[in-house]
């Protein structure tokens, strides 16, 4: 007669499974939501940012506490998409949804992205050169080659724990903000109570901090990523088979998406508050790029300000550009059923590796045309509106298919705050819409 199963090592978790008693390994516990969070802040949001402080002060940094729970409901759905089914975005939606749909996303983040990447390579060289005097060309060459090479050479586990380490690249902004006179009354009057005038300048601000703050770009990394730790660990499965590790994993993953969207809100609002201490306080209301922002400093907070806020555009950049590029590979490798993966050898996957060096070449030649950065970013912008919008009705749809999450289908308080996300997303793009006609 075969001993009864010993089931002391389980117990039942939220979802009535059986979950085994394994804690919570708080040292592997930050990962792909702190990248996510912090890749969030990159040079093209520091200029909305610092757009957003410059013009309008104080008054709208209560955007920073809507979007917190927003975003990282959001976040949370797509890291236990991957999670849960072992693929990414793309990769659900390629197997569950028309061919077509998932083509039409893809296309248009691959454009998103890559215009994002140019932007992106351009504030970091024109920092730096703020900082050295020298020309900015060699250094956004430098910048281009460093990424990429970066993402194709390194393994996995290494690579990942170099964009960890770039995070610390945020507290720069956190520094800035006590190295000038923030009137504190004030600002907490425009965080609590703020006094907004509704009309379409402020209406494409709020717009365009929604699409900072929620882009698509960081719903096929998160996914992408949790998927490839699953990949890079053998004794893993994606919890669909392997269950008994929901409780812990999703433990994990809550925590990790809560404090990256924490850290990129807290940075955000730093800028916000920095800017409006100073250039909005000294008459100076237009901000086209981040190094316009560093510079803008310069006069009025003082040598030390302008530098530590240009050296938290480069290493912001270092994490966003190689994340930029990354999402767009993972998404066309999932769509296009390649072998993806930046634990595989470049030799096994080719096109998903050619796709990651392609749009950071792409992205750096387009700061070698006449085309204007600003109205780069503009399209980008409502390119990356358009997409979030479909992208995340279908992530709540897969998020709720139990033939796709099995028991780990997300409900409660997190499935209706990424609904909400979706109808503030859909109402900003229509207003952005409306407004530009």
Not at 25 to 32: A, F, I, L, M, S
Not at 160 to 186: C, D, H, N, Q
Not at 226 to 252: F, H, I, S, T, Y
């Amino acid at each position: 007669m075969a001993p009864a199963p010993d089931n002391s090592a389980m117990k039942p978790n939220g979802n009535g499974l059986p979950s085994r008693q394994r804690k919570l390994d708080w040292r592997r516990v930050v990962g792909p939501g702190l990248i996510t969070g912090a890749s969030d802040d990159d040079p093209s949001g520091i200029a909305t940012y610092s757009q957003a402080g410059a013009q309008f002060g104080y008054s709208l940094s209560w955007t920073m506490i809507l979007t917190y729970p927003l975003m990282s409901a959001v976040q949370m759905i797509s890291a236990r998409i991957g999670r849960v089914t072992g693929h990414g975005l793309a990769g659900n939606l390629v197997r569950h949804y028309p061919a077509w749909l998932t083509n039409v996303l893809v296309i248009l983040l691959l454009i998103a992205n890559t215009i994002n990447i140019g932007a992106n390579l351009g504030a970091m060289a024109d920092a730096t050169a703020l900082v050295t005097g020298l020309p900015s060309v060699g250094f956004m060459l430098a910048f281009a080659v460093f990424c990429a090479t970066a993402e194709v050479v390194l393994r996995y586990q290494a690579y990942a724990r170099v964009l960890k380490w770039l995070t610390l690249a945020l507290l720069s902004y956190v520094v800035t903000l006590f190295l000038v006179r923030i009137p504190w009354r004030s600002a907490a009057e425009g965080l609590l109570f703020p006094r907004v005038e509704w009309n379409t300048e402020t209406l494409m601000m709020i717009v365009a901090i929604f699409g900072t703050t929620i882009s698509p770009y960081l719903f096929f990394w998160q996914a992408s990523q949790e998927a490839e730790e699953v990949d890079d660990n053998p004794d893993e499965q994606p919890l669909k088979c392997d269950p008994l590790e929901g409780r812990v994993e999703l433990k994990r993953i809550e925590f990790d998406t809560w404090l990256g969207m924490a850290a990129s809100n807290l940075v955000a609002l730093s800028i916000i508050f920095t800017t409006a201490a100073t250039l909005n306080a000294n008459g100076v209301l237009d901000i086209r790029t981040s190094a316009d922002a560093a510079g803008a400093l310069r006069p009025i907070a003082g040598d030390y300000a302008a530098l530590i806020f240009a050296l938290g555009i480069v290493g912001t950049g270092l994490l966003a550009v190689p994340v930029l590029a990354g999402s767009a590979a993972y998404a066309l490798g999932e769509a296009r059923r390649w072998p993806v993966g930046l634990d595989c050898r470049p030799k096994r996957a080719k096109a998903f590796y050619a796709t990651i060096v392609a749009a950071t070449a792409i992205g750096a030649l387009m700061n070698f045309t006449p085309i204007d950065p600003i109205r780069a970013l503009v399209l980008a912008a409502v390119i990356n509106g358009i997409v979030a919008v479909p992208v995340m009705v279908v992530m709540m749809l897969v998020s709720t298919r139990k033939s796709v999450m099995g028991v780990f289908k997300v409900h409660g308080p997190v499935l209706w705050l990424g609904w909400l996300a979706t109808a503030v997303m859909a109402a900003a793009v229509l207003a952005m819409i409306v407004t530009s006609i």
